[in-house]
């Protein structure tokens, strides 16, 4: 059983950064295709960012493109997320996921508990 947990969430001020980290326990990571997903409240969960098996292809929300970058280290079984020139609007609980399809999937397989990051004004 595959387990997921986020960390690195906090309070920052708008312009700030701050860096997520997911520790993949249980199966090795470069088994997975991975992302992270955040979900505001009063609004449904969305995409931020997805990473390959390799690490080779990312992609990323249409909101937070150019200011987040993904990235993965499988030796370390870790993928992060790195969050540059943060708005009000990035205020959500994120979450990590890890998709054994091969891809990253709008419904990933599984998902960590999800570490809170609120951005002030």
């Known amino acids: 059983q595959v387990q997921l947990v986020e960390s690195g969430g906090g309070l920052v001020q708008a312009g700030g950064s701050l860096r997520l980290s997911c520790v993949v326990s249980?199966?090795?990571?470069?088994?997975?295709?991975m992302g992270w997903f955040r979900q505001a409240p009063g609004k449904e969960r969305e995409f931020v960012a997805g990473?390959?098996?390799?690490?080779?292809?990312?992609s990323y929300g249409g909101s937070v493109k150019g200011r987040f970058t993904i990235s993965r280290d499988n030796a370390k079984n870790t993928v992060n997320l790195q969050m540059n020139s943060l708005k009000p609007e990035d205020t959500a609980v994120y979450y990590c996921?890890?998709?054994?399809?091969?891809?990253?999937?709008?419904?990933?397989?599984?998902w960590g508990q999800g570490t809170q990051v609120t951005v002030s004004s």
């Open positions: 990473i390959s098996r390799s690490g080779a292809d990312t």
């Open positions: 996921a890890a998709d054994s399809a091969g891809y990253l999937r709008s419904r990933p397989n599984y």
């Open positions: 249980g199966r090795t990571v470069s088994t997975y295709a």
